[in-house]
């Protein structure tokens, strides 16, 4: 009779096909870990991006002030642009639209919101040269980001 036990327990031993409670654990705190790793990674990549994309956004403005003052101020310095129509040395967004320099609709990538445009402009300083470029978009929580012009201008033109 022992030997008829013996060979149940060792028959049962084998056909055991499961994992163990400490197996599971331990897969799940492995993947606790790498998890923790990873997310935060993740989040940097994505504002990284919503950053690039804002700042190519910045870019196609620029080049569009770049035709306005072209065509419309015979390609000379842009400090002209500095006393017309505002004497503030500012550009913004809305003149360019209203010129057809720029699409009516503009979003801001990071926030998806249409930009507005009276607050979002080109400042240049007092040689005509670009000092930064201010992008705001229409939400209750909007806040001013401004770029730059040495990171706006690095940006490859999309056109």
Do not use: C, H, W
């Not at 919503?50 to 072209?70: H, M, P």
């Amino acid at each position: 009779m022992r030997t008829a036990v013996m060979k149940r327990l060792g028959k049962a031993k084998e056909d055991q096909k499961g994992f163990t409670l400490i197996e599971l654990l331990a897969v799940i705190v492995i993947l606790a870990v790498i998890a923790a790793i990873a997310i935060p990674l993740i989040g940097g990549i994505i504002n990284k991006s919503k950053k690039d994309a804002d700042v190519s956004t910045a870019r196609q403005i620029y080049d569009a002030a770049r035709l306005y003052v072209t065509s419309e101020l015979n390609g000379e310095n842009p400090k002209v642009v500095t006393t017309t129509p505002t004497s503030d040395g500012k550009l913004t967004v809305k003149q360019l639209q209203t010129k057809g320099y720029l699409d009516t609709n503009i979003t801001l990538p990071s926030t998806k919101k249409p930009l507005n445009v009276d607050d979002s402009y080109l400042q240049y300083k007092a040689d005509g040269t670009l000092e930064t470029i201010t992008l705001t978009d229409t939400s209750s929580t909007a806040i001013a980001k401004t770029y730059p012009a040495s990171e706006v201008i690095a940006v490859e033109s999309t056109r």
